[in-house]
């Protein structure tokens, strides 16, 4: 089956059709690297592991960048309010990143560009758009010239009017039009510069993420993804100044947008002090569970973050590693395949909730095949699919035996948990509640749902 996703900057699903199959391009925006992660940070970085981890099923050769934003205005606040060079600042909090997304499994991405490695590509860009008509130097600054670019707004579908107020543009005096956009800017003694022909200076953030991609991807490059909140005026600037740059090339043939974290469905965010940081989460949860919980709803999709939502999702591992462990006789396959169901949902623009869902339909059959065959297969889906989503990635007795709760039996509960259900299909109400009462005193609370009986410590 093809790899379907939704492109934003047509507004539906399109089967996905790389360039080169031999060489397929993905680039995502990465951190700002001044303060630790939040869950939304986490968010787009699994989403995007979980893609090109798809995008590695279908393709020999996916080459996945995805940048250091290491220049910026909040971290040369965040160094000048603790009296450090920017590189200590930009050290500390890559060092942190790197860990809370590995703990979440998320894979290190082929290329993870620096924005202060890529000055000189920045300038060369520039100086392109000036040659070309569509910026202009003033007062030390360079600016894009939008009204030069008649197609900008194409992706967030804004007009004029709504992008300068969106943008919070600042009406300077040297710019031309209220929506033109920084590309350089200058730098006094105490902040941190690099020469250039418009004097001593930084880039703007738009123009990074421009010349990385094009430094390692090439002009046009297949799948460029982010958050939502990226889509204006971030990656709008992206196009405008990448297609000007490149000779009117298209930048990215398909653009993919997560969703964003809400918290009691209020929007994650600083003003109303809900953020929600990895490291934190990290103290109170596995990792695993944190990542199954940002998986369980789908991408696009408002993710409402929750105690409840986590706890459903660590009882979905439990299930699924005690299933594992019923297997441990069980050997699989050097190179296990997903079952078709469960390709069938992450190829249907990464529908990892209906992916999971066939998972567990899957952890039902494990728990009852008795059948030699019938338990590989069973093993080699669980396992196929587990790579896919970044999940069960440890052994059943590390899993357990890093939960509070690991002491259980799993394969008792697992069991009595089939008899109940037993008990249900023939009306056996009275069974099925005494059954019910048993787990409850083992300490285990069950639900019944579509995807069969999930329970949690």
């Given at each position: 089956m093809s790899l379907h996703l939704y492109n934003s900057i047509s507004r539906q699903k399109e089967t996905f059709r790389p360039a080169d199959p031999e060489r397929v391009t993905m680039y995502a925006c990465g951190p700002t690297v001044y303060n630790p992660p939040h869950i939304?940070?986490?968010?787009?970085?699994?989403?995007?592991?979980?893609?090109?981890?798809?995008?590695?099923?279908?393709?020999?050769?996916?080459?996945?960048?995805?940048?250091?934003?290491?220049?910026?205005?909040?971290?040369?606040?965040?160094?000048?309010?603790?009296?450090?060079?920017?590189?200590?600042?930009?050290?500390?909090?890559?060092?942190?990143?790197?860990?809370?997304?590995?703990?979440?499994?998320?894979?290190?991405?082929?290329?993870?560009?620096?924005?202060?490695?890529?000055?000189?590509?920045?300038?060369?860009?520039?100086?392109?758009?000036?040659?070309?008509?569509?910026?202009?130097?003033?007062?030390?600054?360079?600016?894009?010239?939008?009204?030069?670019?008649?197609?900008?707004?194409?992706?967030?579908?804004?007009?004029?009017?709504?992008?300068?107020?969106?943008?919070?543009?600042?009406?300077?005096?040297?710019?031309?039009?209220?929506?033109?956009?920084?590309?350089?800017?200058?730098?006094?003694?105490?902040?941190?510069?690099?020469?250039?022909?418009?004097?001593?200076?930084?880039?703007?953030?738009?123009?990074e993420c421009s010349a990385m991609a094009e430094r390692h991807l090439g002009e046009t490059i297949d799948i460029h993804g982010g958050g939502n909140d990226l889509k204006f005026p971030h990656h709008e600037n992206e196009i405008a100044q990448s297609v000007c740059s490149h000779g009117g090339a298209e930048f990215a043939r398909y653009w993919v947008h997560n969703g964003f974290v809400e918290i009691a469905s209020e929007k994650m965010s600083k003003s109303l002090g809900n953020v929600l940081l990895v490291e934190n989460l990290l103290e109170r949860y596995p990792g695993e569970a944190i990542r199954m919980a940002l998986i369980r709803t789908r991408y696009r999709e408002p993710l409402n973050w929750d105690e409840a939502l986590v706890a459903e999702a660590k009882a979905q591992l439990d299930r699924l590693y005690g299933a594992l462990q019923r297997l441990e006789d069980v050997t699989a396959d050097p190179e296990p395949a997903p079952s078709a169901a469960f390709c069938s949902a992450m190829d249907d623009d990464l529908n990892s909730a209906l992916a999971i869902a066939t998972l567990m339909e899957t952890v039902t059959r494990a728990n009852t095949a008795t059948d030699p065959s019938e338990r590989r297969v069973a093993k080699n889906e669980l396992v196929a699919a587990g790579a896919e989503l970044g999940i069960l990635q440890s052994t059943p007795e590390d899993w357990f035996a890093g939960d509070p709760g690991g002491e259980i039996d799993v394969a008792r509960v697992e069991a009595l948990i089939a008899e109940r259900n037993d008990a249900r299909a023939e009306r056996d109400w009275g069974r099925a509640d005494a059954l019910r009462d048993e787990l409850a005193e083992m300490g285990v609370q069950i639900q019944d749902g579509p995807a069969g009986t999930e329970w949690r410590t």
């Open positions: 939304g940070n986490a968010r787009a970085a699994v989403v995007y592991d979980l893609l090109y981890r798809v995008l590695q099923r279908h393709y020999d050769n996916v080459i996945y960048a995805r940048n250091i934003t290491d220049v910026d205005d909040k971290i040369n606040a965040a160094a000048r309010e603790q009296d450090v060079p920017i590189e200590t600042i930009t050290a500390r909090y890559t060092e942190v990143y790197h860990d809370d997304m590995r703990r979440l499994n998320v894979l290190p991405p082929v290329i993870e560009p620096r924005a202060t490695h890529h000055i000189d590509v920045i300038i060369d860009m520039i100086e392109r758009l000036i040659g070309d008509g569509f910026a202009y130097a003033a007062d030390g600054h360079v600016l894009f010239n939008v009204p030069a670019y008649p197609d900008y707004g194409r992706l967030s579908g804004r007009n004029r009017d709504d992008m300068i107020a969106g943008a919070r543009v600042e009406v300077a005096p040297y710019k031309r039009d209220p929506a033109d956009f920084i590309l350089w800017k200058p730098s006094d003694a105490t902040t941190p510069g690099w020469d250039s022909p418009w004097g001593r200076g930084r880039p703007g953030w738009h123009i």
